[in-house]
């Protein structure tokens, strides 16, 4: 299904335009692999490490990861429903200071940012093209679920780079 970056809220235009499939479970299957690949490449002795002063450690970016995630999808399912109720936004820094990040091994995080990836695809599987285009609201911006699925991806897609190019000077 085709995306119209005129339809999509501002705030999340730049994680779209970062996206170069298509089709919605290609862009999930193609950016949960490119995660996995970094993550598998970090360092252990790097996995606290912050690029700057106020910054996330890397696990707790990963935390980051699955947390909205979880978010995105939950949106997905809501809008797919056909919910009309105005979902509220989340404050990712007020999330972030309750991860628990520091208490889970990387080996973990891993595991769990792989099962959210694939209950994620499952739950993108199972919209037919009238779901996939059905709109909702959130924060009071109306979005489509097809357009959350590459919002998804986009989001992840962005925090590989940062991760990539911040954490770990590849």
Known sequence: MFINLE????HFKGYVKLVEQSDVLQALRISGH??????HSIPDAKKDFRYADGKWT????????IDTERIFAYRALRFARNDKT??????ENAYALHLNATGRSMGKIADEMQHVRRSTIDLFE??????????GSANNHE??????GFVTAGHEIHHGK?????YLGA
């Not at 339809?7 to 501002?10: D, K, N, R």
């Not at 890397?58 to 990861?65: N, S």
């Not at 979005?143 to 959350?148: F, H, L, Q, Y």
């Open 58 to 65: 890397i696990r707790e970016v990963l935390c980051h990861l």
């Open 126 to 135: 199972s919209f037919n093209e009238e779901m996939l285009a059905r709109k």
């Open 143 to 148: 979005i489509s679920v097809v357009a959350m």
């Open 86 to 91: 105005n979902l509220h936004s989340f404050d």
């Open 162 to 166: 940062i991760l990539k190019e911040r």
């Open 7 to 10: 339809t999509i809220p501002s």
């Open 34 to 39: 490119r995660i996995m690949e970094i993550v």
